[in-house]
T-cell receptor
Framework: EPEVTQTPSHQVTQMGQEVILRCVPI?????FYWYRQILGQKVEFLVS????????KSEIFDDQFSVERPDGSNFTLKIRSTKLEDSAMYFC?????????????FGAGSRLTVL | RKEVEQDPGPFNVPEGATVAFNCTYS??????FFWYRQDCRKEPKLLMS???SGNEDGRFTAQLNRASQYISLLIRDSKLSDSATYLC?????????????FGKGITLSVRP
C-alpha cells in the first residue's frame, strides 16, 4: 500500500534554531498538507499546498513557517526560529484528485522537541 | 461554538459491547465528513467516510444529520483491537482547499 514517509521521526533542537521536516508524499498525489498535534491536544491544520503554491494556511502558520517542494518528490516544512511551543508531532499528508482529494493519507509523523 | 465538538471521554467498555460516539460541527457549509482512528502516538488513519444516507462497514455504522449538524459512529461487538482514539473530521471545501478540521477525539478502551 502506498505510504507517506516522513523524516526525521524525532528531532530535538534548541530554542531559536531552524528545523526542516521532510516528507515524501504518495507519488501520484497532487495535494499536500502539514498538520500538527501538541501532546494531548487535537490535530490542527497548518497548511495545504497544490500546484507548487500554498492554497490555504491557518493562523498558526505564521512567518516562522514555510513550505517548499524542492523537487518532484519531497515536501518540506521549515520552522525558522523554533519556540518552546512548537514542540509537537508534525504530520505530513497527501491526497489525490477528484473524489479522492478529501481523503488524506498521513505519514507517521515527526516529533519535534524544542528545549 | 467549537468547529468540531465531540463527546467527552474516555469510554471504557467490555469486549462485545456496543458503543456510540457523537460529534457536532458548527459550519453549515461543511461538505465531507469522516471518522479517523488514531492509535497512541501514531498518525490518524481513515476509518470511514460518512454519507448522508448513513453507511456501514462491518461492525461500524456512521450516520450524518445535516439539519442538526451531527455525526455519529456506532461500533458493535467491540474488540480489544478497537481500543484507540476516534476523531470526527469535517471538510468545508474540497480540492486544493481540503482543510480537514478535527475534533479533539474520544478515547475508547475495550477491556477483556
Amino acid at each position: 500500500e502506498p505510504e507517506v514517509t516522513q523524516t526525521p521521526s524525532h528531532q530535538v533542537t534548541q530554542m531559536g534554531q531552524e528545523v526542516i521536516l521532510r516528507c515524501v508524499p504518495i507519488s501520484n498525489h497532487l495535494y499536500f498538507y502539514w498538520y500538527r498535534q501538541i501532546l494531548g491536544q487535537k490535530v490542527e491544520f497548518l497548511v495545504s499546498f497544490y500546484n507548487n503554491e500554498i492554497s490555504e494556511k491557518s493562523e498558526i502558520f505564521d512567518d516562522q513557517f514555510s513550505v517548499e517542494r524542492p523537487d518532484g518528490s519531497n515536501f518540506t516544512l521549515k520552522i525558522r526560529s523554533t519556540k518552546l511551543e512548537d514542540s509537537a508531532m508534525y504530520f505530513c499528508a497527501s491526497s489525490g484528485s477528484g473524489s479522492g482529494a478529501n481523503v488524506l493519507t498521513f505519514g507517521a509523523g515527526s516529533r519535534l522537541t524544542v528545549l | 461554538r467549537k468547529e468540531v465538538e465531540q463527546d467527552p471521554g474516555p469510554f471504557n467498555v467490555p469486549e462485545g459491547a456496543t458503543v456510540a460516539f457523537n460529534c457536532t460541527y458548527s459550519n453549515s457549509a461543511s461538505q465531507s465528513f469522516f471518522w479517523y482512528r488514531q492509535d497512541c502516538r501514531k498518525e490518524p488513519k481513515l476509518l470511514m467516510s460518512v454519507y448522508s444516507s448513513g453507511n456501514e462497514d462491518g461492525r461500524f455504522t456512521a450516520q450524518l444529520n445535516r439539519a442538526s449538524q451531527y455525526i455519529s459512529l456506532l461500533i458493535r461487538d467491540s474488540k480489544l483491537s478497537d481500543s484507540a482514539t476516534y476523531l470526527c473530521v469535517v471538510v468545508v471545501a474540497g480540492g486544493a482547499n481540503s482543510k480537514l478540521t478535527f475534533g479533539k477525539g474520544i478515547t475508547l478502551s475495550v477491556r477483556p
